[in-house]
């Protein structure tokens, strides 16, 4: 299974397309997401709450198509690069999110020592 995946991604992992999407060429980029938007939507969804997963993917890809000129070939494949972006805006994400758990206790108001009700 792993290498019939890899096989049908081959083509779409040449320096051509690559060229392509550096020219920002549209359907290069329509390519990329069918390709790789699923399995960065998992990793998405563990890291962010279920509604949000849809808008980080968004941004991610927005990322991505803006900062291409800094994938640097030789020294990581795509889907590392876009792993790791994946990871850091993800992180972002979630630690924009107000959590529960640490929302602050506030001190109890002057009344309520007082009352006896």
Do not use: H
Not at 75 to 94: G, N, P, Q, S, V
Request: aromatic share 16%; proline share 6%; hydrophobic share 45%.
């Amino acid at each position: 299974m792993y290498v019939s995946q890899t096989y049908t991604l081959a083509p779409y992992l040449s320096t051509a397309f690559l060229q392509f999407l550096a020219q920002k060429e549209v359907s290069a980029w329509d390519k990329l997401y069918d390709l790789y938007a699923p399995s960065l939507y998992g990793i998405i969804i563990k890291k962010v709450p279920a509604g949000q997963a849809e808008d980080v993917l968004a941004v991610i890809f927005l990322y991505l198509y803006d900062n291409f000129d800094l994938y640097i070939g030789e020294k990581e494949r795509l889907f590392t690069w876009m792993y790791k972006i994946t990871l850091t805006i993800c992180d972002e994400a979630a630690s924009a999110i107000p959590d529960e758990r640490s929302t602050p206790v506030l001190p109890p108001t002057e009344r309520s020592y007082f009352s006896l009700a």
